[in-house]
């Protein structure tokens, strides 16, 4: 059994955002945090106040986890970044709605003594019996990952002690978000106070401007008196006494957040569903019930249509038969079609399906198809426009010495870009065909041979290959085109002179996939430019899928090739900095050096060159830790470090430095999923680096000392090249099913009513009534297993609470 939180994120804009550049404008990004850990960057949208970003995430999340953080900063090249304002949303509000928070939040002015974090280290205890006077002491041990409120990245924190009027200071130590002190205070105890509170103020010293707050803890005296002692780390909290919430327009952002605690269940208990989906899409071979995938098409909502079709296409591509599943909903599909024209063009459950298929199993070929075009396009940032209405010659530039381009110029030179990048793009499409996933091209053919079976006339000669393309190029090739960003095949978002040149070619793909040049240009006249070439690529992309749908009978394929494309492999790599440290001190200079890092299912490799023969290793089951670096050790806010141990039991350290804050947290979640199992990891880390013979972020001296800050594993970011997990995904298909399961019978029933069914007399209606009772006597069964772990996990937290009160 394992508990699991995960946070649905999509940023979708802002609006009415405050100037803060000379230009009357600002550059606006976003900033997440879960609690007070930097997790995702958006990218900037240059010079406005009503940004679009339309990004999503899936973050899964440790299920402590309090408050997830928008914070939104206006970008500027030469000095530091300024801050607009946050939005906060706690667990608490998100757990009360279910169905997730959509809508427009207002952003709120940030309150230093709001913005605290971290723990402190105390034991507090009452002293004294009988006749004596009794005393209440204070022990102040240490503290850990407290804010930075010097510009060194550190901060010289001291801890106030309040009761009763009087208070004590600790210390000041110097330089470090991880002070110890080790400071006893006592207190009289007044026993006649009705209201008696210890309050515990952590501060940074400064000396010449006023004290900053890093936060307070507040003990009840009175409840302290039956348990005499109370020692652990405790959560700074803000000072609410001063919060004062700045009312002026600081904008807002439109945000959907949701969050899912979902119980999963050993794979035993999954095992009857699984087995039932799975003989629903096999039925037309053993004569299962067959209607199991219809009532989900028929009762699936369009809010959660998506989902449901993402869940049910990574279960069945688990259980190696998302190709029959598919094959199934395009008979559905086929059978309420009269039309040809509009042929999955609806948001279905078969478009639906057929859409996560192809970004699940196709993103690796998407990427080696598209890269090359698309950085081309970014790099060379010329100046494309088709439509005279838009032209701006300003923005075209000169043609030569002294003369400026005319209309006529900017027109004809963007036309011959635009065939220039589709001839490119044509090309790769028609090579893409020997290395395609096979999975893909049997899905394809299956869909290519069910719409001729269904539109066998010559006049619907077209329709076998608008099936095909209107997943191909409109739901899938197109779509990434227009937003490189949001298919990772960019870091960031094109600027306005890009975005114009991608939705210019992605405009030319969609007219090549409806295979229709006439309807495109009546509707965009100046479209007509590239008439021949679309003509042309219409052409070339029939041979293509003509190539496509039969390359899973041709005996000459590069099945290695093939399969290495396909989802669920565990596999980053890219060009990062890199540092390895065994027991050597850090050098003064910069110690990184540029290296090739591969993440595989085994090991994390890395290698001066992608090719390079000589390469160095480190066994992902000896990694201990694999946690980020204070930013003060190196100047950089983005290094992590990876801990193993070896096997003489020396400990090394590998330094990597990454680009940005993205970066930084996808090598991170993608090194903590691929090390969940390993039995030997640290509960402590060092967050700093050991140099002229002490710890950087706790100034202790000895570097075998023991970690001073807790290791974090629980925050990973979801991708889309993580492995399959067939338990999660038949439990979020058991929660859907569950709120459907009265709907489905409903359904059922008018269905065979319409049918003229009104007794079942035959064996395949008995077959669909036991189907239906089967289904629903599986999801009573998980039902119940959930209802048992609940009771245990409730009678396990009163047993540890009579513990405590024992």
Known sequence: ????????????????????????????????????????????????????WGEEYNVDLPPSFRTVSFYVLDEDSLSRDDVIGKVSVSKELLTTKPQGVDGWMNLTEIDPDE??????????????????????????????DLAKKDRNGASDPFVRVRYNGKTYESAVVKKTCYPRWNESFEFQLDEMLAESLLSVEVWDWDLVSRNDFLGKVLFNINKLQTAQQQEGWFRLGPDKSKHSEYEGNLGSLRLQLRLRDEVVLPSSHYKPLTELLSQSVGSQL???????????????????????????????????????????????????????NTLFRSNSLASKSMESFLKVAGMQYLHRLLGPIINRIFDEKKYVELDPSKVELKEAGCAGLHRQQTESDVIQQSTNLLNSYLSELLTSIL???????LLICQAFHQLYHRVQECFP??????????????????????????????????????DARTSRTLL????????????DTLTCCSK????????????QGITQLKDFITKLVSCHESEDLNLQTRMCLQCGTMEKEGFLFLHRTKDKCMPMTSPFKKYYVTLSKDTLSYSRTQHYKKSSSISLPKIRAIEKVEEKCFGSANVMQIISSEDSGQQETLYLDCKSVNELNHWLSALRKACSHNTNTMSCYHPGIYKADRWSCCHQKEKTDPGCDKTRHGVTLQEWYDPLDPDLEAQLIYQHLSSVQHAMRDKYYK?????????TDSITDLKKVDGLTNLISILQDLHDAHDAVEEEERSKNKNVFLELQT
């Open 524 to 535: 965009e006249p100046w479209m007509v430019r590239l008439q021949p070439a679309i003509q």
């Open 751 to 759: 269905m065979r009513e319409l049918h003229g069914a009104q007794e």
């Open 286 to 340: 053993n004569g299962n019930w067959p209607d199991l995938i219809m009532l989900i098409d028929e009762t699936t909502t369009a809010e959660s249509r998506q989902e449901v079709a993402n869940n049910l296409v990574k279960l069945f591509l688990g259980q190696g038969l998302v190709k029959e599943f598919l094959d199934v909903l395009f008979k559905l599909e086929l059978e309420k079609t009269t039309e040809p």
């Open 1 to 52: 059994m394992a508990k699991r939180s995960t946070l649905f994120i999509r940023i979708v804009e802002g609006k009415n955002l405050p100037i803060k550049d000379i230009t009357g404008s600002s550059d606006p990004y976003c900033i997440v945090k879960i609690d007070n850990e930097a997790i995702i960057r958006t990218a900037t949208i240059w010079k406005t106040l009503s940004p679009f």
């Open 115 to 144: 913005e605290v974090q971290g723990e402190i280290h105390l034991q507090i205890s009452v002293l004294g019996d009988g006749d004596i006077p009794r005393k209440l002491c204070c022990q102040v041990l240490e503290a850990r």
């Open 457 to 494: 006339d010559p006049e619907y000669r077209k329709v076998k290959f608008i099936a095909v393309t209107s997943f191909l190029c409109l739901r899938f090739i197109s779509p990434a085109i227009m937003s490189p960003k949001l298919f990772h095949l960019r870091e960031k978002h094109a």
């Open 504 to 515: 210019l070619l992605a405009k030319a793909v969609q007219t090549i996939g409806n295979m």
């Open 431 to 437: 090579q893409s065909a020997s290395y395609c996933p």
